[in-house]
Nanobody, 123 residues
Framework: QVQLVETGGGLVQAGGSLRLSCAAS????????MAWFRQAPGKEREFVAA????????YYADSVKGRFTISRANAKNTVTLQMNSLKPEDTAIYYC????????????????WGQGTQVTVSS
């Protein structure tokens, strides 16, 4: 079992940056691949980025590639999403998720989810 809590969301102007964090509890955090998803109003939840168990492999959605960076610190049970050059279309609730599968892009592959944190990018 893994419990996940996201922090770091907020309001930022287009072109700005935000850093999201996800704190995990449980003894098996390092055995899971971790990912970020997001859900905009009226849209389905979509994959954003994933990192494998030992932080040496990452995978990104095309829409965020080159702007977002995912990383993890197993000693601290945390995973972060550094978001740069933010655009209004990045506005969404961002969720942290854990899975035994690396780079899975479907929500059904992730049994563990956080409650989400709101990111709003103004134009």
């Amino acid at each position: 079992q893994v419990q996940l809590v996201e922090t770091g969301g907020g309001l930022v102007q287009a072109g700005g940056s935000l850093r999201l964090s996800c704190a995990a509890s449980g003894h098996t955090f390092s055995s899971y691949a971790m990912a970020w998803f997001r859900q905009a109003p009226g849209k389905e939840r979509e994959f954003v980025a994933a990192v494998n168990w030992n932080n040496d492999n990452t995978y990104y959605a095309d829409s965020v590639k080159g702007r977002f960076t995912i990383s993890r610190a197993n000693a601290k049970n945390t995973v972060t999403l550094q978001m740069n050059s933010l655009k209004p279309e990045d506005t969404a609730i961002y969720y942290c998720a854990a899975s035994s599968l690396f780079a899975a892009v479907t929500t059904t592959s992730y049994p563990y989810w956080g409650q989400g944190t709101q990111v709003t990018v103004s134009s």
